[in-house]
């Protein structure tokens, strides 16, 4: 182990010259006129792989091609050895707007132990750090206790269209222990964190109509039911004065926070203060009984994301709207089901609408909410790993948001996503000035050394 230790710490130089190098292809996966640019940034990888001593090839998709690259197989004894397989992916958000950048985004930049340019972070940093402890294993002819696959896709910042199929096709290559995904953050250098729990979504439109055009409020008004005034009422009877969802059944399923979970939670760095000042509001408000952290991660969420009737422009214009519609998400968490919780509150509308307007609901989007136990031998191993590569005790942290291919991850290889998210906060993945931590590269680096054993120990 020591030998792989000290290939990385003697490596760490060209590592940053090779971040450096990864990140100047412009992978925009939302741009068209980049495309061929994912194509050079994924045989690049390729390439690296390869040299690095893994079986590497370029997997062509509907959209712009997969990487994946193994490690040697060790020769079979007849035992089984574990299979992890690793995730991230090379393409990138667009720059824009380039005149916020203080550097070009694609000219990758050093100053004070920081690397800047976009994809630094997320995901070209964190996806290289584990290749590095790979390399690290394979150059310095230490054997590894696992086997290792990566995948590394170019679709990730574009809803990832390709992943689904291309999992179902490779799916008996793939099968493996558990995923190792890389794409998050940690609260500090000071706080490594494993993620162990995402929130779902559901989103949904309430439209209601009232009258069958806009009419005259001085001619008409008081004898028809104004949709936005329906509107509002019906939205304000879904919230109760303690923030939690007034709506039948709305928390079935909810897991309740275990003992453990809270105090982990009570460990992370939080100043109500300074969170109520970055965020701009003259007070916070959240589900009663709950602090901040949890009211944004382990509960959830009913959401106005949008409101429009009536008139919107300058001046005023006399009228009674026709129809008034509210754009809402509400975020879920594990147990609860999106189609049960849409289906709950679809009756409940119903049920509130007053007769004097036509309720209409139109569905979106959804992503089940995840969950890996913090306690299960892997989430142990995981945290392990953090504490022995960054020297101070990690913390459990839970997400608001989605990443639904950790979902298909579970659904199509039945695998568990182990997320050990190297970006920090002020990282500013998909704004100007992204940055990656050159000291969090080389943790992430001795983290990867570590983890490989202590999950294929368990
Ligand atoms: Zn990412």
Redesign the pocket.
Known sequence: MQAVIDYLKKNQSRAVAELCEYVRFPSVSAQPQHRGDLRSCGEWLVEHCRAIGLEARLCATKGNPIVVAKTPRAKSNGATRPHFMVY??YD??PAEPLDLWKSPPFEPRVANGVLFGRGTS??KG?ALAHLKAVEAYLKTGTPLPCDITFVIEGE??VGSGSLAAFLLEHRAELDCDAVVIS??GMPSSKHPALTYALRGIASFEVTLHGPARDLHSGIFGGTVDNPAMALCQLLGKLRDKDGRVAIPGFYDGVQPLSAYERKQFARLPFKARDYQRLLGVPKLFGERGFTPHEQRSARPTFEINGLTSGYQGEGSKTIVPAWARAKITVRLVPDQDPAKVIKRIRQHLKKLCPPTVRLEITEGHGAEPYLVSPTSPQAQAALRALKSAFGCEPVLIREGGSIPIVNQFKKILHADSLLLGLALPDDN?HSPNEKFDLDCFAKGQLMGVYLWQELSGV
Do not use: K
């Open positions: 991230g992916h990138v958000q997320d995901d964190q990730e910042e794409d998050t993945a």
